[in-house]
T-cell receptor
Framework: AQKITQTQPGMFVQEKEAVTLDCTYD???????LFWYKQPSSGEMIFLIY??????QNATEGRYSLNFQKARKSANLVISASQLGDSAMYFC???????????FGQGTRLTINP | NAGVTQTPKFQVLKTGQSMTLQCAQD?????MYWYRQDPGMGLRLIYY???????DKGEVPNGYNVSRLNKREFSLRLESAAPSQTSVYFC?????????????FGDGTRLSIL
């Protein structure tokens, strides 16, 4: 069965610091995709970054990068130079190849302090 | 760009009442989804439609029905609302079944059942 675990319920970081949000996953399927979404206090779900299980390089999108360690089954999100607007809930999710369902973790609430 | 549009944004119902949540996407996506988000949890899939004319159960389908009206629209119906269905409901869509396609979400419907 698929499972996503986010072990940090909340994190507090000073503005301009880098922050790493942890995500570990469990699946026996060799082909899958990993996603990170941001949910601000306004409630919408915003897609941030994607990593495929066969991708050789870590994904990057602007200030977001994904530290993908396949053997450890981890897909941590790294936000560089954090900004006040980064304060939000962050969800890690996984989707198996050919499957419809996105399986979500419980999320991490990130607070950026000025 | 509208993306995924959900109506209504807020609704309060009494136990036993029925209602339909509407969702429309303008991205020409084949697949559409309904999720629910409960406090402290990630999103869980209720129903999905892989293509026009098909619907399938997700993780938590009990108490719900869906209709894929056309390629753009996918509605979720509560026939007899129960307090356990108090939640935030998200509609999403994606272009293909490949695991690398992100799902794009609407802004959510906050539903309270009294």
């Amino acid at each position: 069965a698929q499972k996503i675990t986010q072990t940090q319920p909340g994190m507090f970081v000073q503005e301009k610091e880098a922050v790493t949000l942890d995500c570990t996953y469990d699946t026996s399927d060799p082909s899958y995709g990993l996603f990170w979404y941001k949910q601000p206090s306004s409630g919408e779900m915003i897609f941030l970054i994607y990593q495929g299980s066969y991708d050789q390089q870590n994904a990057t999108e602007g200030r977001y990068s994904l530290n993908f360690q396949k053997a450890r089954k981890s897909a941590n999100l790294v936000i560089s130079a954090s900004q006040l607007g980064d304060s939000a809930m962050y969800f890690c999710a996984m989707r198996l190849q050919g499957a419809q369902k996105l399986v979500f973790g419980q999320g991490t609430r990130l607070t950026i302090n000025p | 760009n509208a993306g995924v549009t959900q109506t209504p944004k807020f609704q309060v119902l009494k136990t036993g009442q029925s209602m339909t949540l509407q969702c429309a996407q303008d991205m020409n996506h084949n697949s559409m989804y309904w999720y629910r988000q409960d406090p402290g949890m990630g999103l869980r899939l209720i129903y999905y439609s892989a293509s026009e004319g098909t619907t399938d159960k997700g993780e938590v389908p009990n108490g719900y029905n869906v209709s894929r009206l056309n390629k753009r629209e996918f509605s979720l119906r509560l026939e007899s609302a129960a307090p356990s269905q108090t939640s935030v409901y998200f509609c999403a869509s994606s272009g293909r079944r490949n695991s690398n396609q992100p799902q794009h979400f609407g802004d959510g419907t906050r539903l309270s059942i009294l």
